[in-house]
């Protein structure tokens, strides 16, 4: 069945560090990836999707890689802030039609000062 | 701009009652949104995918006449949890895709707050 794998453990980085997030899958070829930021008690909030054509994709200091050979997309945050921390969630829709997401189950992000 | 609400935040019934969740786009019109639920550090599981006049598709293991979902308009569709149990305390969350056709399809989806059930 498909799998969608974050990394479970909280990451705790320093203010100013570039915070790296992994997710990967297996059994499935998607035609795209979305990123997504949930907040304790709200609901995700979109960041990015990236194609599977396409290797890299930023937007201010974001960047999400995509390595469909691997079956992993990276999501970098540069230059991290207290504000980023939040639980950041990968998503595939796995039926191709664009209809349905399935989510990882994310990754908690701690910025310390 | 893409803005989901959805009302209750919360809620807190009592065993066997039922409960009404209401998920409008503000902006825009969705004629396919999404039910999704989420338990306490786990991810969010789609419930079932809700299309504007006609009837919400499923996800295998849900229950349609337990959690019954219309989608009346283009901008809003409710789902109601009937004969609730504390086993359905969870968070609810809608969404709807918006599909841009200069992109090439396949939106993302926007996401309202959530509402908290708890069921006593």
């Known amino acids: 069945s498909q799998k969608i794998e974050q990394n479970s453990e909280a990451l705790n980085i320093q203010e100013g560090k570039t915070a790296t997030l992994t997710c990967n899958y297996t059994?499935?070829?998607?035609?795209?990836l979305q990123w997504y930021r949930q907040d304790p008690g709200r609901g995700p909030v979109f960041l990015l999707l990236i194609r599977e054509n396409e290797k890299e994709k930023r937007k201010e200091r974001l960047k999400v890689t995509f390595d469909t050979t691997l079956k992993q997309s990276l999501f970098h945050i540069t230059a991290s802030q207290p504000a980023d921390s939040a639980t950041y969630l990968c998503a595939l829709d796995i039926t191709g039609g664009g209809n349905k997401l399935t989510f990882g189950t994310g990754t908690q992000l701690k910025v310390e000062l | 701009g893409a803005v989901v609400s959805q009302h209750p935040s919360w809620v807190i019934c009592k065993s066997g009652t039922s409960v009404k969740i209401e998920c409008r786009s503000l902006d825009f019109q969705a004629t396919t949104m999404f039910w999704y639920r989420q338990f306490p550090k786990q991810s969010l599981m789609l419930m079932a995918t809700s299309n504007e006049g006609s009837k919400a598709t499923y996800e295998q293991g849900v229950e349609k006449d337990k959690f019954l979902i219309n989608h009346a308009s283009l901008t809003l569709s409710t789902l109601t949890v009937t004969s609730a149990h504390p086993e359905d305390s969870s968070f609810y969350i809608c969404?709807?895709?918006?599909?841009?056709?200069?992109?090439?399809?396949?939106?993302?989806?926007?996401f309202g707050p959530g509402t908290r059930l708890t069921v006593t």
């Open positions: 969404s709807a895709r918006i599909f841009r056709v200069t992109s090439g399809g396949n939106g993302e989806q926007y």
């Open positions: 059994n499935y070829s998607p035609a795209y």
